[in-house]
C-alpha cells in the first residue's frame, strides 16, 4: 500500500487547508464528490475538481487566475477571459480565470500520470494564487509496533 500523499483541499467558503490522502482516484472522488476533471496550472501543479460542478449546480468556490496557454487540440474546459469585450475564450497569452464549483484540491502528477504529494514551494505557490493563508496540519504519526523499534 502507498504512502499518503499531501494535498491542499479547498471547500466552497471554507479555508484551504492541508490534507494527507492515498493517491488514487478514489480518494479524489470521494473528496470532490463527483467525476473528477485535471487541469493543468502553473509550475506543475494540478487542480482537481467536479467535471460536472457547473452542470450539477454545485455553489461557486473560487476563481483561479491563469494565462491562457498555446494548446495543440481543443480543450475539455474554458479559460474565460475578463476583458473590455470579454471574450468567451481567452486567447493563448491572455490572462483568463477558471471559474471552480464546488469542492477541489490541488496535487502533483508524475510523468507516469500518478498522482503525487506537493512539495513544500508549492504551498507558497498555492497561497499565492489563491490570495489567502492555507491551513496546514501535521500528518498523522505512523504506529509503530515493537518490531520497528528493534
Not at 28 to 54: R, S
Not at 62 to 69: D, H, L, V
Not at 121 to 126: G, N, P, Y
Request: glycine fraction near 10%; charged fraction near 30%; charge should be negative.
Amino acid at each position: 500500500m502507498s504512502d499518503k500523499i499531501r494535498v491542499v483541499v479547498c471547500g466552497v467558503g471554507k479555508m484551504p487547508r492541508v490534507e494527507f490522502i492515498m493517491p488514487g482516484l478514489e480518494p479524489l472522488q470521494e473528496i470532490i464528490g463527483g467525476y473528477v476533471e485535471c487541469v493543468a496550472l502553473n509550475e506543475g501543479i494540478d487542480l482537481w475538481c467536479d467535471e460536472e460542478g457547473m452542470l450539477k449546480a454545485l455553489p461557486f468556490n473560487r476563481e483561479i487566475k491563469q494565462r491562457a496557454k498555446e494548446l495543440r487540440f481543443r480543450p475539455d474546459f474554458v479559460v474565460e477571459a475578463r476583458g473590455p469585450n470579454d471574450p468567451e475564450f481567452a486567447k493563448p497569452g491572455e490572462m483568463g480565470v477558471h471559474r471552480i464549483h464546488g469542492t477541489f484540491l490541488f496535487a502533483r502528477t508524475d510523468t507516469d500520470g500518478s498522482l503525487v504529494g506537493l512539495v513544500d514551494e508549492d504551498l507558497t505557490t498555492i497561497t499565492k494564487l489563491l490570495g489567502e493563508p492555507i491551513a496546514v496540519a501535521r500528518q498523522t504519526p505512523k504506529k509503530t509496533t515493537p518490531e520497528d523499534r528493534l
